[in-house]
């Protein structure tokens, strides 16, 4: 089993920043990749990034892509979303994931075993 637990998310500006962490434990050994997705009110949950274990390949969004930028460290076995230049419609709660080898693609919310319980993110115009 890992467990996954995020923090950092809060109420920000447009415009400005936040970083969201994402502790793991357990069985960490067994994990390909983490993902950052994220779920808005009345929408489906929704690919941001994600990030190999090893740290060597990292995957966007098109429209993540030069805000967010994703990152691990993996001897604290945590991974970071750092996020800029936030727009009211960033605003979502967002989960960190993790995904076993062989499970699927790291783009698809069903490839992920494991769950974190989300952190709220509220971006105000």
């Known amino acids: 089993q890992v467990q996954l637990v995020e923090s950092g998310g809060g109420l920000v500006q447009a415009g400005g920043s936040l970083r969201l962490s994402c502790a793991v434990s357990?069985?960490?050994?067994?994990?390909?990749?983490m993902g950052w997705f994220r779920q808005a009110p009345g929408k489906e949950r929704e690919f941001a990034t994600a990030v190999s274990w090893s740290g060597g390949s990292t995957y966007y969004a098109d429209s993540m892509k030069g805000r967010f930028t994703i990152s691990s460290d993996n001897a604290k076995n945590t991974v970071y979303l750092q996020m800029n230049s936030l727009k009211p419609e960033d605003t979502a709660v967002y989960y960190c994931?993790?995904?076993?080898?062989?499970?699927?693609?790291?783009?698809?919310?069903?490839?992920?075993?494991?769950w974190g319980q989300g952190t709220q993110v509220t971006v105000s115009s």
């Open positions: 357990g069985r960490t050994a067994s994990i390909y990749a």
């Open positions: 994931a993790a995904v076993r080898r062989g499970r699927g693609s790291v783009y698809h919310p069903s490839s992920y075993d494991y």
